[in-house]
């Protein structure tokens, strides 16, 4: 395939989706990954892209999320209240993973002093463990994204995946009804699908605004999803098969 056919592919793709991973760009251009990443080096110097670990993202997208500071403050309450509700999932002796979303930090401030196992790469809200004294709390260790100050790369996914999880409580980007959970971010969604691969159950906590966000990696199958925790909203109509797995909180 000329190269000229493989940037549109690239392009094309990303259009689409938002972001896109090396391993699906490998795929639908069939090309080795060595000529990808010099295709995508190529075009972020045409500033048509923006790299990041694992695969790209769209320029104007790298735009699209709020910084953390601000996300923070957004739909609190709907995060404590998803949160509250996720607490009856955890349970004594449990070893559990937990991801580095705001709206999942909020689940380690509540978190009941009962001896626990708890892995995060959430730098931020580690600390909220610090005063439990039957937790035993593991910080994931990684390279720290500057933009969202969790915890990423090789260093994360290799601590993330040196334990078994009873359970692992993520949020989202966004969710597909066919597909799954979805994120922007090729590294979140790296440590993300870590976390997964590793789990007996795994429980999105997502609010319901997002839901209409269908564009991005998809990081956890809907197959592969125990729970969902939302707030109800009149604009979303589940299909009758999410009925034995959607909690509103």
């Known amino acids: 395939m000329l190269k000229f056919d493989r940037h549109m592919l690239i392009l094309d793709a990303l259009e689409k989706e938002g972001t896109v991973s090396l391993s699906h760009l490998m795929k639908i251009t069939e090309t080795p990954r060595l000529s990808i990443q010099r295709d995508l080096k190529e075009l972020e110097t045409k500033q048509k892209l923006k790299r990041v670990h694992g695969g790209a993202i769209l320029v104007d997208s790298a735009h699209r999320g709020l910084p953390k500071k601000i ?36 689940l380690l401030t509540y978190m ?8 995060t790469p959430a730098l931020e809200s580690f600390r909220d463990l610090a005063c439990k004294q039957n937790v035993t709390a593991v910080l994931s260790g990684g390279i720290m994204n500057k933009d969202t100050q969790n915890l990423v790369g090789s260093l994360t996914i290799d601590v993330i995946k040196k334990f078994s999880y009873s359970t692992c409580f993520i949020s989202a980007d966004g969710f597909d009804c066919n597909r799954g959970s979805l994120e922007l ?13 590793v789990s007996e159950q795994v429980i999105v906590l997502i609010d319901s605004s997002k839901l209409s966000n269908t564009k991005g990696i998809v990081t956890c199958p809907v197959e592969k999803i125990t729970r969902i925790i939302t ?18 909180a």
Do not use: G
């Open 71 to 106: 996300r923070e403050h957004e739909k609190v309450a709907v995060k404590k209240a998803l949160c509250k509700c996720a607490l009856q999932f955890i349970h004594k002796n449990d070893t559990i993973c937990i991801d580095a979303s705001t709206t999942c930090s909020y």
């Open 231 to 248: 707030n109800k909203s009149m604009n979303i109509s589940w299909p009758e098969e999410f009925n034995n797995i959607v909690i509103f």
């Open 112 to 119: 009941p002093d009962i001896p626990l196992n708890v892995i």
């Open 185 to 197: 971010d090729c590294e979140e969604s790296m440590v993300k699908k870590s976390m997964i691969d």
